[in-house]
């Protein structure tokens, strides 16, 4: 598998990235990974070091005639979200990804690839590598924990680079150059409950959902695709006066759309005609709806054995009515820029089990208000059912600058090289040029990357044509970067 994907053109690249897809590299678990490309600098003889949160910085001088240019910084993330199919067996920690070739795309077998953002760091480790390509003054900035927190870029301190020009080569179509991003905060609603023993004459269901997309919870929010805890709620919704919630178990990290979940659920078994039959229409109402965006939904409900204890009745009508109310998907399109989306929400997990109701929720904005505006929104609505909850994990948007030098230059290059201007735009996703600007006010930012479908889920597929049109464009704007 590796070396149908390392003789692939630019085979500097696919090595590269090879090499960095055999070691584990889990969000907040990037020790070995930290160590990989604190070797490889060290084995092409460049400055190499680590900082105090695990960021690892290379630096390369500027080839010959090149050292009057600006200094750039070369940025990508060394972390990678790690998601399953549920019948894959794999281990994250342990194992590296195991790819396939099929037709223009690199795919992984039932996880995650890795390409978001192993790509933008392959590419980069090719050029400090390279003895050939023309470039200025370069830091190579890996950083951590991208996909769970941004911890990464919060903790590099301002004074550590020196560079003028920061490339982020993080996004994922060939033809846009981010100019702006959103924010985030973590949402986390958590309640206790008092487990009610469930009387015998009560028979049990264990309800799934499966089988939809999934997805960026930014990036493709707004294509409208099923939210598995959502649609499981539903289920309970339909049966809401008949049911007792025992567990739940939905979605998984709160950066990915969810794309299962189970439920098992209680009633009195004088109501199980009712609740087959509500769950039955139910079921049926959301496949019609979602028959088009999601061809592979499953959704299936099978008599359980009966559990010892429930959440009781009233908890769990709170419990469904406080999902139902939260707010998920595109709360608000942008008024400036057009099919833009500001503010959205993604109710990512929720998790019932052993007197414990924990429900985790990722909303994104352009807009610092309207960010905690629906912030504020959900912790009402969790509140109100006597949930406790906390924000965390903030970090503040990209605020584009329509006079960037650098997005000029690039913007110009991408239409000199193929004949038609790129989609310069803002993105509804988390990139770290907005942090990284707050230590960094007076570096000059864009964003750009190989085309990448799927991130966040095991359909990650990268396009292979796509890289190479992505590396060709690096080293021309390496070529073309603007004097001191």
């Not at 920690?93 to 392959?122: F, P, Y």
């Not at 919704?237 to 659920?265: F, K, M, W």
Request: proline share 3%; with cysteine.
């Amino acid at each position: 598998m590796s070396k149908e994907v390392r003789n692939l053109a630019p085979k500097e690249v696919w090595n590269m990235f090879a090499d960095l897809n055999a070691v584990p590299r889990p969000s907040k678990k990037e020790e070995r990974i930290i160590q990989f490309m604190v070797n490889f600098g060290k084995q092409l003889n460049l400055e190499t070091s680590v900082d105090k949160v695990g960021n690892v910085i290379i630096k390369k001088p500027a080839t010959k005639g090149f050292e009057n240019r600006k200094t750039v910084v070369l940025q990508s993330h060394l972390d990678m979200v790690h998601q399953k199919n549920n019948d894959t067996v794999f281990d994250f920690e342990k194992e590296g990804i195991k790819m396939r070739v099929d037709g223009d795309w690199v795919k992984a077998n039932g996880t995650t690839l890795g390409a978001d953002n192993g790509l933008g760091v392959a590419a980069i480790m090719a050029v400090l590598a390279s003895n050939t390509i023309q470039h200025p003054n370069l830091e190579a900035l890996f950083t951590i924990d991208e996909e769970t927190g941004m911890t990464g870029a919060k903790g590099l301190e301002g004074g550590i680079l020196e560079g003028d020009i920061l490339l982020n080569l993080d996004t994922e179509e060939d033809d846009e150059i981010g100019m702006g991003c959103a924010g985030g905060v973590d949402i986390t609603a958590t309640k206790s409950y008092s487990d009610e023993t469930i009387p015998n004459h009560f028979i049990a269901y264990k309800l799934e959902v499966r089988g939809l997309s999934g997805g960026h919870s930014g990036m493709d929010i707004i294509k409208g695709l099923g939210n598995a805890n959502k649609l499981m709620n539903r289920l309970h919704y339909s049966t809401i006066n008949a049911i007792q919630i025992c567990e739940v178990d939905g979605g998984s990290l709160r950066n990915a759309i969810p794309r299962e979940s189970t439920s098992i659920i209680v009633t009195d078994k004088n109501n199980d005609k009712f609740v087959e039959s509500a769950l039955l229409i139910e079921i049926d109402k959301i496949k019609k709806e979602f028959k088009t965006l999601e061809p592979n939904l499953e959704i299936n409900f099978s008599s359980t054995e009966v559990p010892e204890t429930s959440l009781g009745k009233e908890t769990s009508k709170s419990l469904i009515k406080a999902i139902y109310a939260a707010v998920n998907g595109v709360y608000r399109m942008s008024p400036d820029i057009d099919g833009l989306v500001e503010t959205s929400n993604n109710i990512a997990r929720v998790i019932v089990k052993n007197g414990a109701i924990k429900i985790g929720c990722l909303t994104r904005s352009s807009s610092e208000s309207n960010k905690f505006d629906l912030a504020n929104s959900l912790k009402s609505a969790f509140e109100l059912a006597g949930f406790d909850v906390t924000f965390s994990g903030e970090y503040p948007g990209w605020q584009p600058n329509i006079n960037s030098e650098i997005l000029e230059i690039v913007a110009n290059l991408y239409e000199n090289l193929h004949g038609e201007k790129a989609n310069v735009a803002a993105c509804h996703a988390g990139l770290e040029c907005g942090i990284l600007g707050q230590n960094y006010p007076e570096m000059d930012m864009v964003s750009f990357g190989p085309t990448i479908r799927g991130a966040h889920s095991p359909d990650e597929r990268a396009s292979i044509s796509s890289t190479q049109k992505f590396w060709e464009f690096l080293l021309e704007i390496l070529k073309n970067t603007p004097k001191k």
